[in-house]
């Protein structure tokens, strides 16, 4: 079960970790009504936990989400929610290979020119990495349907997992950053 926590921690942290941004995707149903939707909450036992326990990564994503929720108007209510909210987390093990040309090139020590060696040789690269993806799913819980599922994608680095609280916030308010609904007032 330690490798679900360690796989957990390695796909979240993917925003402030990766060499780029990650790649945020979002869609919604429109059939959705979120001019009712006010409170929300979490499912019992979310992705990102174990069989056994709530993992740590669980609960740093839960006080992102509770941010990001406030800041669109919606109230926490663990009894009764209209949205419930989970998470999701995966990961590929990813392999680029390319030729690029290359050549050699030499300066005549007499009289200063340079050049190249013969003919253009290729060299063949081989780039290899972990992309990790985070999903948050909101659920309507009156339909029992998704109502919005948010998405990064990136690398994951040496870096984010040795300090994840930090990415983990910034894939959360990336990922809500593409959320366009805010909470009616009650």
Request: charged share 25%; glycine share 6%.
């Amino acid at each position: 079960m330690r490798k679900i926590a360690i796989l957990a921690l390695g796909l979240v942290v993917l925003a402030a970790g990766c060499t780029s941004s990650p790649k945020i995707y979002s869609d919604y149903d429109p059939s959705g009504d979120f001019s009712r939707y006010k409170t929300y909450g979490f499912f019992d036992r979310v992705g990102t936990d174990n069989a056994q326990y709530s993992t740590l990564i669980t609960q740093i994503l839960k006080d992102a989400v509770k941010r990001e929720m406030a800041v669109r108007g919606y109230y926490y209510d663990e009894s009764n929610p209209d949205l419930e909210v989970n998470f999701f987390v995966h990961s590929d093990e990813k392999t680029r290979v390319s030729t690029v040309p290359t050549s050699s090139m030499y300066v005549d020590p007499w009289y200063g020119h340079y050049g190249y060696w013969g003919a253009t040789r290729y060299e063949t690269r081989v780039d290899q990495w972990t992309e990790g993806t985070l999903t948050i799913d909101l659920v309507d819980m009156q339909r029992e349907q998704i109502v919005w599922e948010g998405s990064a994608v990136g690398r994951i680095t040496e870096k984010a997992l040795k300090a994840p609280r930090e990415p983990i916030n910034n894939a959360v308010t990336a990922i809500f950053a593409d959320y366009p609904f805010t909470a009616p007032n009650r």
